[in-house]
């Protein structure tokens, strides 16, 4: 199996890692718009990130799949996506209280730097109980190991 693994080769890797990250999106944007999930303060950020890292994964693609700077950004990106995803899991194993809900903020403070407190720091609404962030959680490892594949081979 790990013989195969490396023989697959840069640009595979690459439309593997920009498929993960389109379907993801689309799982997310799927919970949103079907379902009325509305996604809370971290759950943004982490579509942020989501979106970032697939757009990395795409412009190496566009560029030039073996050059290792598109799969170290997208490797950093994931990163970053999956330690917002633990800390909404820690909020919601502990029960940690992060102040008013997402909406709430928007309306009573709407200012720039409050608002990108409250997407580091997480809302009330990051609380409620949810396998969305570990779902996302494990997005992120995989799109972060479809990276490190590329940028190896």
């Given amino acids: 199996m790990t013989n195969y693994l490396r ?5 595979d890797w690459s439309i593997l890692t920009v498929a993960a990250g389109a379907t993801f999106l689309f799982v997310a944007l799927t919970l949103e718009y079907v ?8 759950c943004l950020n982490q579509r942020i990130w989501m979106i970032l890292a697939t757009l990395l994964a795409a412009g190496g693609l566009a ?5 290792g700077i598109y799969p ?8 970053a996506g999956a330690g917002f995803a633990l800390r909404q899991i820690y909020i919601q194993l502990s029960g940690e209280s992060c ?3 997402f909406q709430d903020v928007l309306v009573s403070n709407p200012g720039f730097f409050r608002i ?14 949810s396998l969305i962030p570990a779902a996302a959680f494990i997005a992120f ?10 940028w190896r081979n």
């Fill in 116 to 129: 990108f407190e409250v997407m580091v720091v997480g809302t009330a609404d990051c609380g409620e109980p």
């Fill in 141 to 150: 490892v995989l799109l972060a190991g479809g990276a490190i594949m590329q």
């Fill in 99 to 101: 102040g008013a809900s």
């Fill in 63 to 67: 560029h030039n799949p073996r050059l």
């Fill in 72 to 79: 170290f950004l997208t490797l950093l990106a994931s990163i």
């Fill in 7 to 11: 023989s697959i080769d840069s640009e």
């Fill in 35 to 42: 379902f009325n999930q509305l996604p809370c303060a971290l």
